[in-house]
Structures are given as structure tokens and as C-alpha cells.
């Protein structure tokens, strides 16, 4: 079986064969059929983020078809068509009984191990470290991180579902739960930032103005349902977002992970206004904003994961997008075989597409 590993960091990634064990109690196989090519896998690839746990079966985004059960397994069953979630949604923690599943007490991802500390990949008897492992013909997870969904949709489109569309939708309307009519500024337009603009065109937002460096994301904002367009290579964006909006956005969402931009965000909305940091930041930065202007009922809000309840919202993303109303084929701008890796992480720096799916 194939996965794509990561052996170094900024080394580029092979796709190589590899062991994988049944499931366990609670565990559950499935077989890949579409996984989406993550900011946060290149993070790791790239050496942006210090990363340990090598070799490293990559991957978090995806769906597929449940291929074998585990003992105590119930919510789920063979030839169920699921989504991987980010995070488990064990449904006893508090934070799941609060409605806050993305901040679930059993998450562990990121850990590399699943949580009974089990690896169950291997290559020649050499335990290999992994996460959700998307990026794999087959994995292996907790029952837990998987939502069984609708089987009317293609599954190489339903894995945009699991990271990209609800970490920017949720942003939008689980976490900072914007108003009918408000005015929305979105710093950046890449995988998160489209989902973010799809947000703001779900609650009604007014005025939905993308930001951005590369033409080609704007253009895609604006195919989503972005209405006004900043280029930040040529235009002073705050001065753009002033004028545009007499003074201030009641909203502005950073979706690329930099202090500057969080703080460009914060510095173009309104008194009242909230700034939502939706990119993932790197180790050890600060966020600053200028104490008198939060003093005028400013907020800075984070969102981890779009406050996500997978088994809720899955299911109606889905049904958005069967009617039409959430986009997600314009969101997978290409589709590679997954022995293509490394070239869909190219177009992602070059800016030339939103998402890749890998196909297996
Ligand atoms: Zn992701
Ligand atoms: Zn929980």
C-alpha cells in the first residue's frame, strides 16, 4: 500500500509502500478516495514548524469508505462513506456536551500516535509515525474523528469538508457569528480564505472585500461571492478598507498566520468591530494591537477549526453544497494522482491553485 512520507523536513516527499495493521478496539480502517493538500502539510514539509515525529505518514484532510471496524465501533459501519475531522468529537467530554467538539478533550492529532499510543503503519517491521495519514490508501483512526455522510456526493469534492470549509464557514458563523448586512474584510484568500469569503456570502454579509497579492486568488474570491477586491501588492489596504466602508469593517478575518497581517486586520475595522485571526500562527509570535484602539470595544478573536461540531455541520455543508449554495468543486482546482505530491505543493507556492486533491 501506497503513502506519501516525510522523512526530512524540506526534503521533497516520496511516495513509498508501507504496513498497516488492522483496527483496534474503537478504530476503524478506511480506504482513501479524495484528501486535500493543507497549508499546515506544507508547514511540516517545509521546515516552517518544528517538526519531531519523522518518518511521517502526511495528510488530514479526506474522505473515503470505511473498509473494517474494531471491536465496540457503532457509529459507523462497513461501506459508510466518511469524512476525517480534525479533531475527535468524543461526545462525553465537556467541551462536546458545551457544543465546542473542535476543543474536544480526546484530540490528539498531532501527537503522531493514536491514542492508546499505538503506531499502526510500519515498512520493513519499522513502526512509522501518523496522524490522520490522509495521505495513505488506507488508514487507520479512532471512530471518533470520522463523520459518516450523504452518499450522493463525490467523495474526491466531500474531503474539502474536513479542514478548508470548516475552518473558514465556521469562522464565519459558529465562531464570530456575523450579522445580516455587515461588512466583512478577508486578508487572505488561499484554501481558508475562499471558505471565509463563502462564510461571509452565507450569513449575508454586505460588502465582502477580499484581499490578496496574487490575481488569481482574487479572482477566485470573487467567483465564491467576494463583491470588492484590494490588491495588496499595489494598494494601501487599510486606507481601501477605510473608504470602502466610512470608517471601518465590522469585520476582518486573517487567514495567513503573520502578527502584520492580524494587526492590518485589527487596524481596518471599525470601533465595535471584531478582528478574527484564522491563520495558524507560528510558534512563539506575539500578537500586538494598539491598547486604546481595542479600549473602543474592539475584539481580537481566535478560532481554532471554524469552533467545528463535525457530526453537526458536516452534514449540512453537504446539503449546502447538493443545492447548490456552498461551492466546493471551483474550491479543488486540481486533482493529481497522489504520486503527483510534491507538484501540487509547488502550485501552492506559485499561487496557481486553491486546493489539489489527491486521488489514489
Ligand atoms: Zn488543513
Ligand atoms: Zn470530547
Redesign the pocket.
Known amino acids: 500500500m501506497r503513502a506519501a512520507i516525510l522523512r526530512e523536513q524540506g526534503v521533497p516527499v516520496k511516495i513509498e509502500q508501507v504496513d498497516l495493521d488492522g483496527p483496534e478496539q474503537g478504530e476503524v480502517r478506511v480506504q482513501l478516495v479524495g484528501a486535500?493538500a493543507?497549508?499546515?502539510?506544507y508547514h511540516r514539509i517545509s521546515g516552517h514548524v518544528d517538526f519531531g515525529t519523522v518518518p511521517y505518514i502526511l495528510g488530514?484532510?479526506g474522505s473515503g469508505i470505511v473498509k473494517e471496524v474494531g471491536p465496540g465501533v457503532s457509529t459507523v459501519a462497513v461501506g459508510d462513506h466518511v469524512i476525517f475531522s480534525?479533531t475527535a468529537q468524543c461526545g462525553r467530554c465537556r467541551n462536546c456536551h458545551d457544543g465546542k467538539a473542535n476543543l474536544c478533550e480526546f484530540w490528539v492529532l498531532g501527537k503522531a500516535t493514536l491514542p492508546t499510543g499505538r503506531r499502526p503503519f510500519s515498512q520493513d517491521g519499522v513502526e512509522l509515525y501518523a496522524d490522520l495519514a490522509t495521505f495513505a490508501e488506507e488508514t487507520v483512526v479512532p471512530e471518533t474523528y470520522l463523520v459518516k455522510i450523504r452518499e450522493d456526493i463525490p467523495l474526491e469534492k466531500a474531503c474539502l469538508i474536513g479542514?478548508?470549509v470548516m475552518?473558514g464557514v465556521g469562522a464565519v458563523l459558529n465562531r464570530a457569528k456575523v450579522e445580516a448586512g455587515s461588512t466583512v474584510v478577508i486578508i487572505g484568500c488561499g484554501g481558508v480564505g475562499m471558505n471565509v469569503v463563502q462564510g461571509a456570502v452565507l450569513a449575508n454579509a454586505g460588502k465582502i472585500i477580499a484581499v490578496d497579492k496574487v490575481q488569481f486568488k482574487l479572482d477566485m474570491a470573487e467567483s465564491v461571492g467576494a463583491t470588492h477586491f484590494i490588491d495588496a501588492s499595489k494598494e494601501d489596504v487599510v486606507k481601501r478598507v477605510m473608504d470602502l466602508t466610512n470608517g471601518g469593517a465590522d469585520y476582518a478575518f486573517e487567514v495567513i498566520g503573520f502578527p502584520q497581517t492580524v494587526r492590518q486586520a485589527f487596524d481596518c475595522i471599525r470601533p465595535g468591530g471584531t478582528c478574527v485571526m484564522v491563520g495558524v500562527p507560528f510558534k512563539g509570535q506575539d500578537i500586538a494591537v494598539p491598547g486604546m484602539k481595542l479600549f473602543w470595544d474592539r475584539t481580537v478573536m481566535g478560532t481554532f477549526y471554524g469552533a467545528g461540531r463535525p457530526k453537526t455541520d458536516f452534514p449540512w455543508m453537504l446539503d449546502l453544497y447538493q443545492d447548490g449554495r456552498l461551492k466546493l468543486d471551483e474550491l479543488a482546482t486540481k486533482v493529481r494522482p497522489i504520486e503527483e505530491f510534491n507538484e501540487a505543493f509547488d502550485d501552492m507556492n506559485a499561487g496557481t491553485a486553491i486546493r489539489t486533491v489527491f486521488t489514489f
Open positions: 486535500g493543507c497549508h499546515s502539510d488530514h484532510e480534525l479542514c478548508g475552518t
